[in-house]
């Protein structure tokens, strides 16, 4: 069983849409928590990150933390074409510990 | 402000072949990685460094090695290249988020390699 896990999509939605991505993981110990996104053929870039539990907002984006279920999310509202791209979940166990990428899910918002 | 550059681009090597990737960053970052990806795999760390004269190994070093010349340029080399190395190789370098506990990694535009 792999430590993270994503479904890679390729997942398809109308401009407008509020997106869901989501992440399990197994190991209990991850209290870091990062989504990274990337564009077709570039780098990946941190869009937002998290600290154990809860909630966290930033404009358009919302991630959320469920560590009972070892469950994470990113939520998109008012999903645009320039959302488009591959979403990355990460994590680590401490400040200091290696980064644990999931393999990402593959997003396409249709005008 | 050029963040991490990698060079080269594109490359495609012959079985047993050897070359050298270069990463080379202008942030002052101490930290810097290699990362491979592979569909379906996600990012899989090769090698990294903490600070300037220090490497270690990540979770896939296997086939290669690396040498971090300065806090400015950490270079991964492939001695005999094999089929299974074909991927798309990411160098990144990090700095902390003050008070969060988290490091944002800046990634350069990636290296695709084939090995036939």
């Known amino acids: 069983q792999k430590e993270v896990e994503q479904d890679p999509g390729p997942l398809s939605v109308p401009e407008g849409a509020i997106v869901s991505l989501n992440c399990t993981y197994s190991n209990s110990a991850f209290q870091y928590f990062m989504w990274y996104r990337q564009y077709s053929r570039k780098g990946p870039e941190l869009l937002m990150y998290?600290?154990?539990?809860g909630n966290k907002e930033d404009g358009r984006f919302t991630a959320q933390v469920d560590k009972s279920s070892k469950y994470i999310s990113l939520f998109i509202r008012d999903s645009q074409p320039s959302d488009s791209a591959t979403y990355l979940c990460a994590m680590r166990k401490t400040s200091y510990d290696k980064v644990i990428f999931g393999p990402g899910t593959s997003l396409s918002v249709i005008p | 402000n050029a963040g991490v550059t990698q060079t080269p681009k594109f490359q495609v090597l012959k079985t047993g072949q050897s070359m050298t990737l270069q990463c080379a960053q202008d942030?002052?970052?101490?930290?810097m990685y290699w990362y491979r990806q592979d569909p379906g795999m996600g990012l899989r760390l090769i090698y990294y460094s903490a600070s300037e004269g220090t490497t270690d190994k990540g979770e896939v070093p296997n086939g290669y090695n690396v040498s971090r010349l300065n806090k400015r340029e950490f270079s991964l080399r492939l001695e005999s290249a094999a089929p299974s190395q074909t991927s798309v190789y990411f160098c990144?370098?990090?700095?902390?988020?003050?008070?969060?506990?988290?490091?944002?990694?800046?990634f350069g535009p990636g290296t695709r390699l084939t090995v036939l």
């Open positions: 998290t600290y154990s539990s």
């Open positions: 990144a370098s990090s700095k902390s988020i003050p008070g969060t506990g988290i490091d944002t990694q800046y």
């Open positions: 942030m002052n970052h101490n930290s």
